[in-house]
């Protein structure tokens, strides 16, 4: 079974630019979550998606910004971009909306670079 | 604030030998916690989830504990290998918000042979 997919694996921007992620989760998992970790700190939730709609959202500004397709991948989209927002992005799937018992499977992410 | 704090934040063990990781969290309502394992580059990856009924949980030589009390766990690694050397993270979620999971900052093991 093929795990959750992410591209590019790799992004240089700078800033001002604006950047567009994707995510692919596992067949069958309905739900996608984007977080960013930056080097040295840990995860932070960015968004979650389900069934097409965002579902919640961290503390983050409105220019990290998404969707999510009929066929369940989705796509982050970060507008304005800024040197802080040089981070690891990574993408989790999970099967069902309810993710309290659920495992999150994550994908190997994305590292953008913004100089 | 929800928050959630592990230590050490690094550490070195040779190989075959035991560790054990701490997590302390303020995060209220309590739902679950998880530990993860996270190798270089590459995302992060299950290694246990408890709820607040249970107490331990082990999966191969990884064994993880959790005290509600005192809001407390941690993850021990008996018969280290060095395939065992990665992030561990450690993660809370919140009851009626339970997608919105609160990252520990994770401790970095090194296994030397």
């Known amino acids: 079974e093929a795990g959750v997919t992410q591209s590019p694996t790799h992004l240089i921007k700078t800033r001002g630019q604006q950047v567009t992620l994707r995510c692919s989760p596992i067949?069958?998992?309905?739900?996608v979550y984007w977080y960013q970790q930056a080097l040295g700190l840990g995860l932070q939730f960015l968004l979650w998606y389900d069934e097409g709609e965002e579902r919640n959202r961290g503390n983050f500004p409105p220019r990290f910004s998404g969707r999510q397709f009929p066929n369940y991948s989705s796509e982050l989209n970060v507008n304005a971009l800024e040197l802080e927002d040089s981070a690891l992005y990574l993408c989790?799937?999970?099967?069902?909306?309810?993710?309290?018992?659920?495992?999150?499977?994550f994908g190997p992410g994305t590292r953008l670079l913004v100089l | 604030k929800n928050q959630v704090e592990q230590s050490p934040q690094s550490l070195i063990i040779l190989e075959g030998k035991n560790c054990t990781l701490q997590c302390n969290y303020t995060v209220s309502p309590f739902s679950n916690l998880r530990w993860y394992k996270q190798d270089t580059g590459r995302g992060p990856v299950s290694l246990t989830i408890?709820?607040?009924?249970?107490n331990t949980k082990s999966n191969g030589r990884y064994t993880a504990t959790l005290d509600a009390d005192t809001k407390q766990s941690s993850l021990h690694i008996t018969a280290s290998q060095l395939s065992d050397s990665a992030s561990y993270i450690c993660v809370v979620s919140q009851y009626y918000n339970t997608d919105k999971l609160i990252f520990g900052t994770g401790t970095r093991l090194q296994v030397f042979p």
């Open positions: 408890m709820t607040f009924s249970e």
């Open positions: 989790a799937s999970s099967p069902w909306t309810s993710g309290d018992q659920e495992t999150q499977y």
């Open positions: 067949s069958g998992h309905t739900s």
